[in-house]
């Protein structure tokens, strides 16, 4: 069972009724071998675990969860000391008992008054069981990878395990239509995909199938998800789908990501909260990625969501901030033609970068003193001269403004590409290329294309090798 973290986060919750006759909750729950303890109350949101209640149990093990408010619909769990929890449905019904044993709470683990929660704990023992095995089945194929004859008698076995996985959840969302479990089950199940039958006389079929088959996944990722359900947004299984989503399954190009962006908010319209939980996933996702290029979907997220207004849950502030930090990434996005900078040069003349007619320009920004560009620089100077590569050109802005220590290291390491000097910054190479550090690196096209930023330099040769062969 995965570690269960959670935090004490205190806030107003507006809840939703969906007809029920009694007012608030009350969870009445009895831990047997658990005197004088005290248990939590706990609810889902995101990845994360959030605190709603607490108890004290008596002598006897026993206490009650019990508030005014109805609570908002999800997965719940009950936090028992020693970082031990078991999880609970918080449907329509929120009056019901629970009891266990602290020893053993998942297999006596009981629910009365709630016929939901005792078919929900039977199907997490079911399933549980089901997955030991098809670890042990997987395991076994790790083990026996290079025996052919094991791998040909396992291979069956795994399919047919996952074949009466898929069936079990499928029976389980037929006996429990119209409630909350057979929602969370459907979502787990996985999409089937069709056999695509390729014509014969393709040169890649393989090539060809997986495209289909990618496509198809991608469009029918979220076919078993209600996406304007809000009780999905206290539970891990919307979280869950988006990360694997946006991880996994898109290839990591900003142009895909940013039209299943658009798919997916249209998707969830009818819910404001479920777009709010969507979209704030979205900025937090894609703020931190280390992908090259996804500042372009960061872009378009702020564009779109944040400063357009749809965003009512985040201050003027938040959004004053957002827009600047969006323009100094816009002139400097993948794919948009770089900014010209002419400046001063070492060797007392201007120079341009529109004038550098190579097929590659390495634009290199830098600081004599910067502890890595100390590093950075001397493995540049490397990939410049050795083999001298006649394609290439290295444009060098240096970002500070004490002229003696730059053309001191300009000598004493004998840099010979083209060193750039615009110690006023009159040519706001800092604004155009979003210089927050050095050394910061960018490669340009021969039409001055952005076509790489941020590049550590020992990347920068494997880089433009790879372009070369894929993009002739």
């Known amino acids: 069972m ?41 609810y889902h949101l995101g990845d994360k675990q959030y605190i709603r209640d607490t108890v004290r149990l008596n002598e006897k093990g026993h206490g009650v969860f019990k508030g005014q408010e109805i609570l908002p619909q999800g997965i719940y769990m009950i936090v028992l000391p020693g970082r031990k929890y078991f999880e609970v449905l918080m449907t329509a019904n929120q009056h019901f008992s629970a009891s266990c044993s602290y020893s053993d709470y998942f297999n006596s683990l009981k629910f009365s008054g709630s016929q939901e929660n005792s078919a929900f704990v039977e199907y997490q023992r079911r399933w549980v069981k089901m997955q030991q095995r098809a670890a042990s089945i997987a395991k076994r194929i790790q083990n026996n990878r290079q025996n052919t004859d094991s791998l040909k008698i396992l291979g069956p076995i795994q399919k047919l395990q996952e074949e009466n996985m898929k069936s079990y959840l499928k029976s389980v969302i037929k006996e429990n239509e119209g409630n909350f479990l057979a ?27 997986w495209v289909r088959n990618y496509n198809y996944n991608k469009d029918h ?93 985040v ?94 290291y300009i000598e004493d390491n004998k840099l010979t590409w083209i060193n750039g000097w615009d110690p006023k910054r009159s040519s706001h190479f800092d604004y155009y290329y979003n210089i927050q550090s050095t050394p910061t690196v960018y490669i340009l096209d021969k039409n001055k294309k952005i076509i790489a930023k941020k590049l550590g330099v020992e990347e920068i040769g494997p880089f433009i090798d790879n372009y070369r062969k894929f993009f002739k």
Request: net charge negative.
């Open 221 to 313: 990722f979220f076919d078993n998800i209600d996406l304007n359900d809000e009780r999905l947004l206290r539970t891990p299984l919307l979280y869950a789908r988006l990360d694997a989503f946006f991880s996994s399954v898109l290839i990591q190009a900003p142009d895909t990501i940013n039209k299943e962006i658009d798919k997916l908010i249209k998707k969830c319209s009818g819910n404001h909260k479920v777009f709010q939980f969507i979209s704030v996933y979205l900025f937090n996702h894609f703020r931190e990625s280390e992908i090259m290029g996804q500042d372009a979907v960061m872009v378009k997220i702020a564009d779109d969501i944040y400063l357009s207004g749809k965003a009512d849950w």
């Open 183 to 209: 929602t969370l089950v459907k979502g787990m199940l996985p999409i089937d995909i069709p056999d695509f039958p390729v014509p014969i006389g393709f040169a890649n079929p393989d090539s060809v199938r």
């Open 2 to 42: 995965r570690k269960f973290l959670f935090y004490i986060f205190l806030a107003s919750v507006h809840a939703f009724s969906f007809g029920q006759t009694k007012n608030g909750y009350e969870i009445d729950l009895t831990i047997n071998d658990l005197p004088d303890s005290t248990v939590f109350l706990a």
């Open 315 to 408: 201050s003027k502030e938040f959004k004053d901030d957002l827009r600047k930090q969006v323009d100094l990434m816009r002139p400097n996005l993948i794919g948009k033609k770089a900014e010209n900078l002419v400046m001063d040069s070492y060797n007392g003349i201007f120079v341009s970068l529109y004038d550098v007619e190579k097929d590659f320009t390495i634009l290199y920004f830098w600081e004599p003193n910067c502890g890595h560009c100390q590093e950075a620089t001397p493995k540049l100077k490397v990939y410049y001269d050795k083999p001298k590569d006649y394609s290439l050109e290295v444009f060098s802005v240096c970002t500070t403004s004490d002229k003696a220590k730059w053309t001191k």
